[in-house]
């Protein structure tokens, strides 16, 4: 089992940033890939960002467009999720996920039915 706890959403105005942050405690020796998606009012859950626990490999949703860098601690077992330039369209609730699968294709990691643990949902609001 591998718990997420996930910290660091807000409101702020757009052109602003924020971070998130994903503690994993638990069986976090079997995590391939942490991710983070989003999900805004009314609309699916989008994939945003995620990245391998050993090698860290990243990848980003188009629609970043390097506004976003993920990056991780292994010292601490987090990750992160540094926002800047944030449009109102970024308001969601982001939810942090971990995998213990191993995909050898990248676009595996892009899916959330290939996450098995979650958190709990932290809610960014963007002004503009």
């Known amino acids: 089992q591998v718990q997420l706890v996930e910290s660091g959403g807000g409101l702020v105005q757009a052109g602003g940033s924020l971070r998130l942050s994903c503690a994993a405690s638990?069986?976090?020796?079997?995590?391939?890939?942490m991710a983070w998606f989003r999900q805004a009012p009314g609309k699916e859950r989008e994939f945003v960002s995620a990245?391998?626990?050993?090698?860290?490999?990243?990848y980003y949703a188009d629609f970043v467009q390097g506004r976003f860098i993920i990056s991780r601690d292994y010292a601490k077992n987090t990750v992160y999720l540094q926002m800047n330039s944030l449009e109102p369209e970024d308001t969601a609730v982001y939810y942090c996920?971990?995998?213990?699968?191993?995909?050898?294709?990248?676009?595996?990691?892009?899916?959330?039915?290939?996450?098995?643990?979650w958190g709990q949902g932290n809610q960014v609001t963007v002004s503009s």
């Open positions: 990245i391998r626990w050993s090698g860290g490999s990243t």
């Open positions: 996920a971990a995998t213990t699968t191993y995909y050898t294709l990248a676009y595996a990691y892009t899916r959330q039915l290939n996450y098995n643990y």
């Open positions: 638990g069986r976090t020796s079997s995590t391939f890939c």
